[in-house]
């Protein structure tokens, strides 16, 4: 079955560190990854995606992801972490050639300390 | 531009109750998609509606349904509310069914509580 693991529920990081954030999928070929971020009281914004080509991608607000078929895992990078990054946030796949259904892993709380 | 818009924001019903949710796409957005988002969980996939017409469903019972309108709004309902249907409801729009140019935008969601 396909399914999204995020490992670590919590993290925190004191500001100007730096963060990755893990995320394994299971899946019978390679589907499209997606990072969302999703702030108290809000809905899901698009960080970043990887369908193809160059595996290290660049997204919003400075972070960036790393697909690497060999470990399964897309995980997410931020070299200098902000108060303001404080958040949840959600790896996803999709099946390249079905409707636009994601499926999400449980999400990553990261707390951020002055 | 206005995003994914939803509404109500928040909602208290009983169990046995039903409810209706509602959802405007952004302009020029054909694809409406519904997830539910337990507390302490990513969101899952309940439906995806394209030109009016259903495009997938997730693994919800039948007491979920939806429906899209010409306008391309979208209601998702719930019958025979359970306390388990307790969560946040997403909607989301894209542009087209799929794509790689078609990324799904999310609204703020609908916060309904079962009690």
């Known amino acids: 079955a396909q399914s999204v693991t995020q490992p670590d529920i919590h993290i925190t990081v004191s500001e100007g560190a730096s963060l990755e954030l893990r995320c394994n999928y299971s899946y019978g070929a390679t589907p499209y990854l997606f990072w969302y971020v999703q702030s108290p009281g809000q809905g899901l914004q698009l960080l970043l995606k990887?369908?193809?080509?160059?595996?290290l991608v660049q997204g919003i607000k400075g972070f960036e992801a790393e697909f690497k078929r060999s470990q399964s895992s897309f995980n997410l990078r931020k070299p200098s972490v902000h108060w303001s990054d404080a958040a949840e946030y959600f790896c996803?796949?999709?099946?390249?050639?079905?409707?636009?259904?994601?499926?999400f892993g449980a999400g990553t709380r990261l707390a951020v300390h002055p | 531009d206005a995003g994914v818009t939803q509404s109500p924001t928040h909602l208290i019903k009983t169990r046995g109750q039903h409810v209706t949710l509602r959802c405007s796409p952004i302009?020029?957005?054909?694809?409406v998609s519904w997830y539910q988002q337990v507390l302490g969980q990513g969101p899952q996939f309940i439906f995806q509606?394209?030109?009016?017409?259903?495009?997938g469903r997730g693994n919800f019972p039948d007491r979920f349904s939806a429906r899209q309108f010409p306008n391309y709004s979208s209601e998702l309902n719930v019958n025979a509310l359970l306390l388990g249907d307790s969560a946040l409801y997403l909607c989301?729009?894209?542009?087209?069914?799929?794509?790689?140019?078609?990324?799904?935008?999310f609204g703020n969601g609908t916060r309904l509580t079962v009690t």
């Open positions: 996803a796949v999709r099946n390249p050639g079905g409707y636009n259904k994601l499926i």
């Open positions: 989301a729009s894209s542009l087209i069914e799929t794509g790689d140019d078609s990324p799904l935008h």
């Open positions: 302009s020029g957005h054909k694809s």
């Open positions: 509606y394209y030109e009016k017409e259903e495009r």
């Open positions: 990887y369908f193809s080509g160059d595996t």
